[in-house]
């Protein structure tokens, strides 16, 4: 009788790897696997889920954090390249 009893009713060791481990659409290929703007690398082939189509939802959230840092920068960059080109235009049209 012993024999036939499930050791793992629940299934809890399984159920807690899949939720640490839980999948999500990668974020920056969208789940297609390769990026066609870098398809002359190693065939566009996509280097965050490694042509997976699918990643961690903590390396998901981690790549959104990223680019919206990234993005911030970015946008601080050409405000502070158009200030730069306003101040250059302002000095030659005073010349
Ligand atoms: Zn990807």
Known sequence: MEM?????PKGTKTMKT???CEM???????????ILT??????GICF???GVGKV?????????AWKRWKLSKVAADV??????H???????DAE
């Open 79 to 84: 405000a502070h390249a158009e200030m730069e």
């Open 86 to 92: 306003a101040y250059a235009k302002a000095i030659y």
């Open 48 to 50: 965050k889920c490694h």
């Open 24 to 34: 999500v659409a990668c974020p920056r290929c969208g789940g297609e696997k390769r």
């Open 56 to 64: 961690t939802a903590e390396a998901a959230e981690k790549y959104e």
């Open 38 to 43: 870098f398809s002359y690398v190693m065939g």
């Open 18 to 20: 899949t939720e640490t």
């Open 4 to 8: 036939n009893a499930n050791p793992n």
